[in-house]
């Protein structure tokens, strides 16, 4: 029977290594840049700028619904009967994204009440001329069903979000 025999070559290591207290380090600046989302080639327009000074946290709401704002704004916030003007992109958690108005360069308008439940409560935590990070749990997204061909059942979803305008929804008598 052969013995094989593991032949370590020998390092000459600083007296630092051995010593009780380690070298101290300088504080370095941590804050990572916070991206709009996973990057889109397809795209012709190009999300606005983030905040500097922007959270790497998300807060939740009661809901569930998490949101960062990415851009603040002293402007006015939507209410659910308003109609928005944005921009938008949308990506599941494996970073696919399922829907861009940044793909066609073109803004999207809508009422805020006929969308997802977490749209409908994120876009009024951001002001006209802010960005918002949303992630949509499944139950405030499209649930169970998904979206046919673009959001599979259960599906949490995330979404980069720039509001241009706000308006009041007019209603016709």
């Known amino acids: 029977m052969y013995r094989l ?6 390092v000459a290591l600083p007296a630092s290594v051995f010593a009780a207290d380690p070298p101290t380090q300088k504080a370095t600046d941590t ?15 190009k999300p606005g700028p983030i905040d500097k000074d922007a959270p790497q946290e998300f807060k939740t709401t009661k809901s569930g619904l998490k949101y960062r704002i990415l851009r603040k704004s002293d402007q ?13 992109k949308g990506w599941l958690d494996d970073q696919s994204i399922f829907g861009s108005s940044y793909r066609s360069g073109d803004k999207i308008s809508f009422p805020l009440r006929r969308v997802i ?18 992630e949509v ?3 405030l997204g499209f649930g169970e069903k998904g979206k046919k061909g673009e959001v599979p059942p259960n ?3 995330h979404f980069i979000i720039e509001l241009f305008s706000i308006r009041q929804e007019v209603k016709l008598l």
């Not at 025999?5 to 020998?10: G, N």
């Not at 804050?31 to 327009?45: F, L, N, R, S």
């Open 5 to 10: 025999f593991l032949i370590l070559p020998i």
């Open 31 to 45: 804050t990572v840049a916070i991206e709009p989302g996973p990057d889109d080639p397809k795209e012709k327009v």
């Open 76 to 88: 006015a916030k939507p209410t659910e009967k308003d109609i928005v003007e944005v921009h938008y």
């Open 117 to 134: 439940q977490g749209w409908t409560e994120g876009m009024q935590l951001v002001a006209k001329g802010g960005m918002i990070e949303l």
């Open 137 to 139: 749990p499944p139950e």
């Open 155 to 157: 599906a949490r979803l």
